[in-house]
């Protein structure tokens, strides 16, 4: 039986939980997570429309990119609309799960998605992600070694970039005495040991920790494992807002204007002052992505786009880099792609939909 919790758990292996930003909601808004997956919606906002639909189709999953609840609810009022739409889910017994800042936080997850639109190469995060990573230094004989780095390799430790089981070892002589009522592996009690050791280095993201260390104490040979955690502030490139990346070949600043209109189905584009320059080099975050504006500038970009800028946004490239505006919801629609795609490659027996309702609620007046 596939259950919700088998769907979130995926989920949250690609986009894990401790890469939202602070002032998130993403996870389970509401639901059993042990019930039996019948099928899922996915939809960048939960509106009763969607909520209709996966009512009218038995489903009881729906995975938006937005979170339904941002902020404290302080009473249950079914005359808000939040809370009405909510309400209906728990009485048709539908989970809502929201993957919002976690997925963009990946390099594959929004922000990759819009640029595959594109076409761009050489992609790389904008704004590299610190504090998500940590390093794990252990103390191991040296015939149990190996054992101990296939143990946390497994566990998910030792992966930068496209390469994993990454690891770094030396010899060293560790010393232990053991005292009474210790049942020490090697040495005797009472009398200070001399073991030739190795010193082994690892490091893996904040949210494996516990089966990391799961994996450490179930295979290092000692009753007493010494270790020590320290945190990281490297930067990785596949992690964090926003992203860079070049165009197959330069293109007129209008006719790429032109392109983002066709590709994104926008009513219009603001944009600040053309620069007269072609644009190769192209950075971009879906939603709202003011504050990477200066990310922008300092990565030379000859273009950033994204949505939600204000009046005096525009001011900022100052004839440096063109800025446009494409909107919130032009910039991220493609997420319910991404998402269906991602979850059918690994259930494919699964019933899952993108949505068919139109969420955005901005219209424009031609």
């Known amino acids: 039986m596939l259950r919700i919790a088998d769907i979130i758990n995926f989920l949250e292996t690609l986009a894990p939980l401790h890469l939202q930003e602070e002032y998130d909601n ?8 042990n019930a039996e997956a019948l099928g899922a919606i996915v939809a960048l906002d939960l509106t009763a429309e969607v909520v209709d639909e996966a009512i009218e189709n038995g489903f009881n999953l729906i995975v938006v990119h937005h979170p339904p609840i941002f902020k404290g609810l302080k009473k249950i009022d079914a005359k808000d609309p939040v809370t009405s739409m909510l309400l209906r889910c ?38 590299p992600k ?23 390799f497994e566990a998910g430790a030792g992966a930068i970039g496209l390469y994993n089981e990454c690891s770094f070892s030396s010899l060293g002589e560790g010393t232990f005495k053991a005292l009474e009522g210790a049942n020490p592996f090697i040495g ?18 904040v949210h494996l920790q516990n089966q990391v260390m799961m994996a450490l104490k179930a295979a290092h040979p000692y009753e007493t494992v010494a270790y020590h955690i320290l945190p990281l502030e490297n930067h990785f490139q596949e992690l964090g807002g926003g992203a860079i990346g070049s165009l197959p070949d330069a293109v007129d600043e209008k006719e790429v204007l032109s392109m983002l209109k066709s590709i994104f189905k926008t009513g219009a584009i603001r944009h600040s002052p053309l620069t007269g320059k072609p644009i190769k080099t192209v950075a971009l975050c879906g939603g709202s992505g003011k504050s ?7 990565m030379k970009a000859d ?9 005096h946004d525009f001011f900022l490239p100052a004839g440096r880099m063109l800025l446009a505006d494409i909107g919130h919801f032009e910039s991220e629609q493609y997420t319910s792609d991404l998402l269906e795609r991602v979850i059918k490659e690994k259930f494919p027996t699964f019933a899952v939909l993108k949505t068919g309702r139109y969420t955005n609620p901005v219209n424009y007046f031609l």
Do not use: M
């Open 130 to 152: 610190a504090g998500t990573h940590l390093q794990l230094n252990t103390y191991v004989p040296s015939a149990h070694a190996e054992g101990v780095k296939n143990a946390i």
């Open 292 to 298: 990477l504006i200066y990310n922008a500038l300092a």
């Open 26 to 33: 993403c996870g389970l808004v509401c639901g059993n997570s």
């Open 303 to 311: 273009l950033y786009f994204t949505g939600d800028l204000g009046y």
């Open 188 to 205: 005797e009690k009472g009398l200070r040991h001399l073991e030739q050791e190795q010193k082994l280095e690892f490091i893996f993201p």
């Open 90 to 127: 728990i009485h048709h017994e539908i989970a809502v799960y929201g993957i919002h800042t976690n997925l963009d936080n990946v390099i594959w997850g929004v922000n990759g998605e819009i640029a595959s639109r594109l076409g761009l190469k050489n992609l790389q995060v904008l704004a």
